[in-house]
DNA sequence: TTGTTATATAACATATATATTATATAACAG
DNA sequence: CTGTTATATAATATATATGTTATATAACAA
């Protein structure tokens, strides 16, 4: 049950789910709840609703017939984790820049110069 | 030109993709120098590049016949962005969670309470 | 039990994604 | 200019995703 990271970006790649997890962070829905605004069919919102569970984005409890859903942690610690390697690059290459411009403000040490 | 969140979700979403993004983190890297640990044609990585320039996530500069490409910082600012909403949201259930736990710990306030 | 409600699954049509090979383009080396 | 290298695009095959309708299941209400 542990989510893989494709499947966790598939689903967040999708509006029609990112609407229904922007339905969920406000509250605790059931899947007739969340089908009613959207003007798509319930078997639809079902599998979408499915795909959400297997990326590890939601969880889903028994409740007579219902089957309330709410968000889950697991698909974003997923997506967090991986994108931490982009947000270092990210942060390493600004800090490059950051150097050069510095550099280019106050004169460079320039160890091995030629002659003019 | 700024990435929309189902083109940057589902550019993320393909391992290819992410290879080849955890190899920019490193440093920037031509086409070829891309292409060259996988055992897929040029075409099908100049294709998954393609896709990860229009999801925001690479740049690309023009260097002769070479494209060398490194990290873009706006795919991730703008998925960042999106996840807010689910880790606030989350991290709300956590506090409600914490809350009722707490109050299993301590005796409720139990404000109306019925006769027993 | 019988009808109704909530949800899931099956069968199917269509759209989109991904890879391949062949080919185009454009810079470079000679 | 000519051949080579780096990259992009086109044509095409196949796989996957997404929606629809029809139907199954299972709890509830009467």
């Known amino acids: 049950m542990t989510p893989n990271l494709d499947t966790t970006f598939a689903a967040l790649a999708d509006p029609t789910r990112r609407a229904l997890l922007a339905r969920l962070a406000r509250e605790e829905a059931t899947v007739m709840e969340l089908a009613q605004p ?9 599998r979408h609703l499915k ?3 297997e990326a590890g984005l939601i969880l889903r409890r028994v409740d007579g017939t219902r ?4 968000l889950a942690p697991d698909g974003v610690a997923a997506v967090d984790q991986w994108l931490d ?11 490059r820049l950051d150097q050069v411009l510095a550099e280019m403000a106050s004169p460079p040490k320039n160890p091995k110069r030629k002659a003019p």
């Open 38 to 46: 959207f003007s798509m069919s319930q078997p639809a919102i079902s």
């Open 67 to 70: 089957r309330p859903c709410r």
């Open 51 to 53: 795909v959400l569970e």
């Open 85 to 95: 390697m982009l947000r270092t690059a990210l942060a390493r290459n600004y800090d």
